[in-house]
């Protein structure tokens, strides 16, 4: 199964929010192969547009590679394929395709403005970097980084989203307990 091609990345702290891997996650819940696409729009722009070009070379590529991977027997049942496609301006290709990781960073910084009757209305812009309401990456191999490099990102989204960590299991503790 294909979703997409998304309009815009979806990477770094985006996958959480995206309909588009949200689907494919759905796809491999009921044992079928999937692939999300994403078409990177112009980080040039003023605006978040993705170019027709764009569009088109991230469905070349998709068809490609996913023709790659069914040659080669390659599709898998236990995570999404989740690939982005940089934009590219005309005569101009990415640099090559990448193995990532999903990355760290805070890519969006949501509003929550409360409304009357207990409702909020949800809002966001995109993070400005050094700021306190922003993320800074820590993978060395996280797709933001290396998508904003021009390279296509290849990353595996599994859909076990449990954190295991300390905090969590003191939290666990605590449950367990029924306390």
């Known amino acids: 199964m294909v979703s997409g091609s998304n309009h815009g990345p979806n990477v770094a702290s985006v996958v959480n929010e995206s309909g588009t891997v949200g689907a494919a996650l759905a796809a491999i819940d009921e044992g079928v192969p999937a692939m999300a ?25 998709g068809a ?7 040659r080669r027997d390659l ?6 394929i989740n ?9 101009q290709r990415p640099p090559g395709t990448v193995w990532t990781e999903v990355g760290t960073q805070k890519i969006v910084h949501h509003r929550y403005t409360a409304r009357a009757g207990g409702t909020f209305a949800v809002g966001g812009a995109l993070c400005e970097p050094g700021t306190d309401r922003c993320r800074p990456e820590t993978k060395r191999d996280a797709d933001h980084a290396l998508l904003r490099r021009g390279q296509v990102t290849v990353t595996p989204v599994g859909p076990d989203r449990t954190h295991t960590g300390r905090d969590a299991g003191r939290l666990a503790r605590f449950v367990r307990a029924g306390r």
Not at 64 to 70: A, P, T
């Open 37 to 61: 696409l994403n078409s990177s729009y112009d980080p040039d722009a003023a605006a978040f547009s993705v170019s027709d070009l764009t569009y088109r070379r991230t469905a070349e590529f």
């Open 64 to 70: 490609r590679f996913l023709g790659e991977l069914r």
């Open 75 to 80: 599709l898998a049942t236990g995570f999404v």
């Open 83 to 91: 690939v982005n496609h940089p934009h590219v301006e005309p005569g």
